[in-house]
């Protein structure tokens, strides 16, 4: 019985202490109350935080570094690898995608896809858009066109004067 007459006691004190908060409580009139409350509202939550921040960071520095020294060789090498094959295969998809736009005659930029299949499917559906363009060959004037030989000096810097 002891017992329930502590589990009694407390629940009383808790509801007594709600009491006196809620006769306490003031409702805020004015922008002075106001800042007041704010003030110790922030005040509170700057205390949640720490304030060693900086010294927090030096140590998660630290243990990173005690981590990558525990590391072994062989987690360090298929680390490397990984990054290796993951270069290579971006390597590959970007020759895929110069092969294509070559082979094509559209812009790489414009296509979308990762196999070389689905970047030849966006290729055709470029040129279907903006439709089958000829191919511009390069126009050099007088092309075919011997020179004449100067017969002198002086035909030379003749033709040259005019």
Request: hydrophobic share 35%.
């Amino acid at each position: 019985m002891s017992e329930q007459t502590g589990a009694t006691n407390t629940t009383e004190e808790t509801n007594e202490q709600s009491k006196e908060a809620s006769k306490e409580f003031t409702a805020i009139t004015s922008q002075e109350d106001f800042d007041k409350a704010i003030q110790a509202r922030i005040a509170r939550e700057r205390a949640k935080i720490p304030t060693d921040y900086e010294e927090l960071q030096a140590k998660a520095a630290k243990l990173q570094e005690i981590e990558d020294a525990k590391k072994s060789d062989e987690q360090k090498a298929a680390e490397r690898i990984a990054a290796a094959e993951k270069r290579a295969s971006e390597l590959e998809s970007q020759v895929v995608r110069a092969e294509v736009a070559a082979a094509k005659n559209v812009p790489a930029e414009l296509l979308s896809g990762s196999t070389k299949e689905e970047l030849e499917a966006s290729a055709d559906a470029l040129i279907a858009f903006r439709g089958e363009q000829p191919v511009q060959k390069l126009i050099i004037p007088n092309e075919g066109n011997s020179p004449q030989a100067a017969a002198s000096m002086d035909d030379w810097l003749r033709e040259a004067a005019k």
